[in-house]
């Protein structure tokens, strides 16, 4: 591990978001070219590095923790990585790093390109704050950076729609973070400890019925976070009106961080009060409603965004059912989602740089023109449906297996049904972009420019991968669901003999 | 903005450095008395958005420019993060005191904090007039 590698991880986006206006000034005084996309790629990777020379310990079984300051856990603040932590970290990293490779030509038509790197750094040291970090408060304080650099970012093109987009928004998430403050204080008075390990520890003490309220608070503010139903109402302007290098990122990576939270604060702090089964009757009312809600889509870009809804469905059922086989198949999914939405989200993306349009009925016959990205395409959409041999089986099975395993049918059944609709609204998206009559201003469309695809094609690869050899996924999981069923490791290394 | 009149100007061009001095007093004492860098930096930046609506925009552009903000303001975190830096190199954690700790209630002294407010100080007046400055840009382009 890297000296201090906890702290660095989350300082150096920081640091490298307050020097990027300085080096896009001074990238125009000189005239060097792209200093500031090389910079952001430099930094991402560089933290990458950070977060991966961290993965020996956390797999060998340790927990990290870094006090800041010198100051004992239940007193002072503290970061503490296990399994869990650092499966969200790396992949909310690979995304980052990812989207950064694919905005370096994405976004050079657009101005303002020092507050849009500016912005996406700073989204990244609040994603790898929320992340890291073992105090509760500490978490809602990165979490309002997180959600303060995504309404600007929701907003970066200035036109009305993504004025109109952000400012929605903006006012539903931050009654959102205002009630996770509220829920913080109301914890703080009635347990007196805001350290998450201590507060698990000090729960078994609790009058359990004074719980409920902060309970229904955080649910409802990280639910508005990962755009859960009925919360979810921002989700599809929001990535619609977003540049597609963004709404990769924010499906990819914040989505991540929105759903650890519910799972570290929500599921495992909370576990005693049993919302394992409300939060599986959420996913299901969110598969459900997703899928129906994505099959009437006329936009790729809503679309996709309804189909995260769809998503995120399952990995609530998988983690709300709360065996090791659900556990592992919800974050399982959690991973692939990670891996197949950004890719999705790239390639619409592609779709608007080289035709200028996301509508699906203005597409068609692209696949004489951008053969690639069709096949792309293909492999996204097969394995966001559970098809084999993708990712998305694996984890999508696992969580059926757990279902049956657990004597819930009816869950396995729905969650099949609404598989089956997510092949067809991606089937009919593939349809109407890549296949049938091509409209004649269509007939000079490229391919996508190399650097673009080669992220996309990396998670497609991926994709392949995770499917093929699932254990290879399992395995990826495993420190991650031992951690999430193991509280009482967690608490003792944070603790430690205090 | 055109700028006000005689009057309104005289009197903000004779506060002005009495407000300037007042803010810079208290980011500089921030570690001795009530205030510190966020006040102070809001009190230095109301001075030079006093003197932007005196004398209209050209000549308060002229004392702070839009790019030197843009310039200050990242100083101004770059400056809170080495410094924090410098604890974790020479010292063990993060944002650790590394300075001679000095007499207390004198100016010199407490480590590390004097010059942390005064980096925040630079940030906050920077940042608040960048804001003042963007929402001024935001109305002139629609105007156009």
């Keep these: ?498 | 903005m055109a700028g006000m009149t005689v009057i309104v100007r005289t009197i903000a061009r004779l506060l002005f450095p009495f407000t300037f001095l007042f803010g810079a007093y208290i980011v500089l004492h921030g570690h001795l008395t009530p205030g510190g860098g966020f006040p102070g930096g809001v009190i230095i930046a109301a001075s030079v958005v006093m003197l932007l609506l005196a004398y209209g925009i050209e000549r308060a552009q002229k004392r702070m420019g839009l790019l030197q903000a843009e310039v200050l303001e990242s100083i101004g975190g770059v400056a809170i993060v080495v410094l924090g830096l410098f604890g974790l190199l020479l010292g063990a954690f993060f944002l650790q005191n590394v300075f001679p700790l000095g007499d207390l209630g004198q100016l010199f002294s407490a480590g590390n904090l004097p010059l942390l407010y005064l980096g925040v100080g630079i940030k906050v007046t920077a940042g608040i007039i960048l804001i003042f400055y963007a929402m001024l840009f935001a109305f002139r382009e629609e105007k156009e």
């Design chain 1, 1 to 498: 591990m890297i000296p201090h590698a906890p702290i660095l991880a989350i300082l150096l986006p920081l640091f490298a978001a307050f020097l990027m206006p300085v080096v896009g000034i001074l990238a125009r005084r000189r005239g060097i070219k792209r200093a500031r996309e090389w910079f952001a790629i430099a930094a991402v990777l560089a933290e990458l590095v950070i977060v991966a020379s961290m993965l020996p310990a956390v797999v060998g079984g340790q927990v990290l923790v870094y006090q800041l300051g010198g100051w004992q856990p239940p007193w002072g603040i503290n970061l503490a990585i296990d399994g869990l932590n650092l499966l969200v970290a790396l992949i909310v990293v690979g995304i980052s790093a990812l989207v950064a490779i694919y905005s370096f030509v994405y976004m050079e038509r657009d101005t303002g390109l020092d507050q849009y790197y500016t912005l996406f750094l700073l989204i990244l040291a609040g994603m790898m704050g929320v992340t890291l970090t073992g105090d509760i408060f500490n978490l809602y304080v990165f979490f309002e950076i997180m959600c303060i650099s995504s309404y600007a970012l929701v907003a970066f093109r200035r036109n009305w729609q993504s004025i109109e987009a952000s400012i929605k928004y903006m006012i539903v998430s931050s009654l959102g973070t205002s009630f996770i403050l509220l829920s913080v204080a109301l914890l703080f008075g009635q347990v007196g400890s805001l350290n998450i390990g201590d507060l698990m520890q000090k729960f078994g003490g609790v009058v359990p019925s004074t719980l409920i309220v902060p309970l229904g608070l955080f649910m409802t503010g990280f639910g508005i976070k990962i755009a859960m139903v009925p919360l979810h109402m921002w989700q599809p302007d929001a990535y619609q009106a977003a540049p597609s290098a963004v709404a990769a990122l924010f499906s990819g990576a914040t989505t991540t961080v929105g759903i650890y939270a519910m799972v570290r604060v929500v599921y495992m702090l909370f576990g005693i009060l049993g919302v394992g089964m409300i939060l599986a009757g959420l996913g299901l009312v969110s598969m459900v409603l997703g899928a129906f809600m994505a099959l009437v889509q006329r936009d790729l870009k809503r679309l996709l965004a309804y189909s995260g809804i769809c998503q995120l469905g399952y990995i609530l059922l998988g983690i709300g059912l709360g065996t090791t086989l659900g556990i592992q198949g919800g974050l399982f999914h959690l991973f692939n989602n990670a891996i197949y939405k950004t890719m999705l989200f790239m390639i619409a993306g592609t779709i608007i740089y080289q035709v200028g349009t996301s509508n699906m009925d203005k597409l068609g016959g692209l696949w004489n023109n951008m053969p690639v990205t069709a096949m792309a395409f293909m492999i996204g959409a097969l394995a966001i449906s559970g098809v084999p041999p993708m990712n998305g089986f694996a984890s999508k099975w696992t969580i059926y297996v757990a279902g049956i395993e657990e004597g819930q049918y009816v869950f396995t059944i729905i969650a099949l049904v609404v598989s089956a609709l997510t092949l067809a609204y991606f089937l009919k998206a593939f349809n109407s972009i890549f296949l049938g009559q091509r409209p004649k201003h269509l007939k000079n469309v490229k391919e996508t420019p190399i650097s673009m695809l080669i992220p996309i094609l990396l998670l497609a690869a991926l994709c392949l991968v995770f499917g093929v050899l699932p254990h290879l996924g399992i395995e990826l999981v495993r420190p991650a669901q031992e951690a999430v069923m193991n509280s009482g490791g967690y608490i003792s290394a944070v603790l430690g003999g205090v």
